[in-house]
Nanobody
Framework: VQLQASGGGLVQPGGSLTLSCVASESILNIDLMGWHRQAPGKKRELVAAINRDGSKNYAVPMKGRSTISRDNFKNTVYLQMINLKPEDTAVYYC?????????WGQGTQVTVSS
């Protein structure tokens, strides 16, 4: 499956953004979809993930400031982010995973700066 991430941009500290990840085919049977991010000079890290059953996991850095959701009819996963901080600046990547394969989108840049 191919993943197309969008919604990144420049936002001031305290601002909000919603990222979208559109899959090229149905996500109904995809076990896990998630958002990761990678800041310059740092390793890629999990932000949030959502399982096929709708259960969600959030990593500590953005827990309480992010919400992940999936729309199976639109083949889309969203990441709503609020109260953004400069340290949230990174390229955000969408990921889809099953037992058989693992796919990554191209990433969307999020820059938090005044």
């Amino acid at each position: 499956v191919q993943l197309q991430a969008s919604g990144g941009g420049l936002v001031q500290p305290g601002g909000s953004l919603t990222l979208s990840c559109v899959a090229s085919e149905s996500i109904l049977n995809i076990d896990l979809m998630g958002w990761h991010r990678q800041a310059p000079g740092k390793k890629r890290e999990l932000v949030a993930a959502i399982n096929r059953d709708g259960s969600k996991n959030y990593a500590v850095p953005m827990k309480g400031r992010s919400t992940i959701s999936r729309d199976n009819f639109k083949n889309t996963v969203y990441l709503q982010m609020i109260n953004l901080k400069p340290e949230d600046t990174a390229v955000y990547y969408c990921n889809a995973r099953t037992l058989a394969w693992d796919s990554w989108g191209q990433g969307t840049q999020v820059t938090v700066s005044s």
